[in-house]
């Protein structure tokens, strides 16, 4: 079964640094790959989606990255704020074990002021 | 345009009683999916529903149940709940003619007792 896992766990930064999320799945068959942030108590708000044919996306101050053949995404986040401090998932669809999205366990993030 | 809502959002029910969850999709979408969130499993899959009719299903047992009506507003079901259930479940909505972004709800937060 597809199986998504993300590093790392947790990170935690000074503002204005920029950084790298990453995230890997087992099956490469995927339809697209999607992030999303989740702050606390709350549903997940979409940031980038990521087409299977699609290398990257970008969106303001994000920049998602996509390797089908390698299993790998990652999201880059640039000259980062106390406001992008949330939790992080990437979900991919499809593949060859089923349509659903599968959900990684998330990176929590905490910027520093 | 209004985005996923979900109701209710905060509910308590004792073990053995039955729960229905409500979801309205952001206008136009025609897929609705269902997951459910725990701090030890993270985000699983329940079911999704496209006009309808159930189009995926998750590894979770039938006392999960869902439905949709032809507006696309859908409704899952959990009965004989288990202190296990207690968890946010998360309603999300998605069209292809957007590229399949999904979008999510608030959640609803269940507390079995």
């Known amino acids: 079964k597809q199986e998504v896992t993300q590093i790392p766990a947790a990170l935690s930064v000074p503002e204005g640094e920029n950084l790298v999320l990453n995230c890997s799945f087992t099956d490469s068959a995927i339809y697209n790959l999607q992030w999303f942030r989740q702050d606390p108590g709350k549903g997940l708000t979409s940031l980038l989606l990521i087409q299977s044919s699609q290398r990257e996306q970008t969106s303001g101050r994000l920049n998602a990255s996509l390797d089908k053949s390698s299993g790998r995404s990652t999201l880059y986040i640039a000259a980062s704020q106390p406001g992008d401090s949330a939790t992080y998932l990437c979900?991919?669809?499809?593949?060859?074990?089923?349509?659903?999205?599968?959900f990684g366990p998330g990176t929590r993030l905490s910027v520093l002021p | 345009k209004a985005g996923v809502t979900q109701t209710p959002r905060y509910l308590i029910k004792t073990r053995g009683q039955q729960v229905t969850l409500s979801c309205s999709p952001i206008?136009?979408?025609?897929?609705v999916s269902w997951y459910q969130q725990t701090p030890g499993q993270g985000l699983q899959f329940l079911f999704e529903y496209f006009s309808e009719t159930q189009r995926n299903k998750g590894n979770f047992p039938g006392r999960f149940s869902g439905r949709q009506f032809s507006n696309s507003r859908s409704e899952m079901n959990v009965s004989t709940l288990e202190l296990g259930d207690s968890a946010l479940y998360l309603c999300?909505?998605?069209?292809?003619?957007?590229?399949?972004?999904?979008?999510f709800g608030e959640g609803s937060w269940l507390t079995v007792v």
């Open positions: 206008s136009g979408h025609r897929s």
């Open positions: 999300a909505s998605s069209a292809w003619t957007e590229g399949n972004t999904i979008y």
């Open positions: 979900a991919v669809k499809g593949g060859n074990y089923g349509q659903n999205f599968v």
